[in-house]
């Protein structure tokens, strides 16, 4: 079992830039791929970027690509995703998820697998 836990959200200028957390439980995140998703209001989930277990392999959106650069300490049980150059079409609840299967194919899905564990979210607000 793996929990997820999500923090550093908030409301942030257009330009501006937030780094989110999350923060596993369990002694197994080392294994597992991890990936960033989004919501926003009215819209589908959309997957964001993904991270190899090892964090060699990145993997992005287009929608993100460059602006946003996702990463992982195994040490810390936990994996970030650095936001800058934020838009107000940035505005959403952002969640943490993990799978066992590879970060790759979250890329070539562009998210449409089935997580294994997700977080309950942080929502991330950017004013124009």
């Known amino acids: 079992q793996v929990q997820l836990v999500e923090s550093g959200g908030g409301l942030v200028q257009a330009g501006g830039s937030l780094r989110l957390s999350c923060a596993a439980s369990?002694?197994?995140?080392?294994?597992?791929?991890m990936g960033w998703f989004r919501q926003a209001p009215g819209k589908e989930r959309e997957w964001l970027a993904a991270i190899s277990w090892s964090g060699i392999n990145t993997y992005y959106a287009d929608s993100v690509e460059g602006r946003f650069t996702i990463s992982r300490d195994n040490a810390k049980n936990t994996v970030y995703l650095q936001m800058n150059s934020l838009k107000p079409e940035d505005t959403a609840v952002y969640y943490c998820?993990?799978?066992?299967?590879?970060?790759?194919?979250?890329?070539?899905?562009?998210?449409?697998?089935?997580?294994?564990?997700w977080g309950k979210g942080t929502l991330v607000t950017v004013s124009s």
């Open positions: 998820a993990a799978t066992s299967v590879p970060a790759q194919v979250m890329f070539v899905t562009r998210g449409g697998i089935e997580m294994d564990y």
């Open positions: 369990g002694r197994t995140f080392s294994r597992y791929a």
